[in-house]
């Protein structure tokens, strides 16, 4: 499964985390992945997060994000 860095502080009002910041993109450029609706990713916060999440298109703000469901961190170090 594709894993993505993400900042979990970088959500939008609807609880998506955007898929806009710095490592993020960089994940996806060295991964050479393609986004697409409803893939299914791993999101990963490097400081012991982590989420399973859908991605998808965000017509609002013209970007990628990805909902998760709150509730379900899992947590490791």
């Keep these: 499964m594709i894993k993505l ?3 979990f502080n970088n959500a939008d009002i609807h609880g998506r985390i955007r898929l806009n910041s710095k490592g993020t993109l960089e994940d996806i450029k060295n991964a050479k992945i393609v986004l697409h609706n409803n893939m299914k990713v791993t999101l990963d916060d490097s400081d012991g997060l ?3 999440g859908y991605i998808e298109f965000s017509i609002e703000e013209k ?3 990805a909902k998760i469901n709150w509730n379900e961190f899992e947590k490791y170090s």
């Design 5 to 7: 860095f993400v900042d």
């Design 63 to 65: 970007i990628w994000v």
């Design 50 to 52: 982590r989420v399973l």
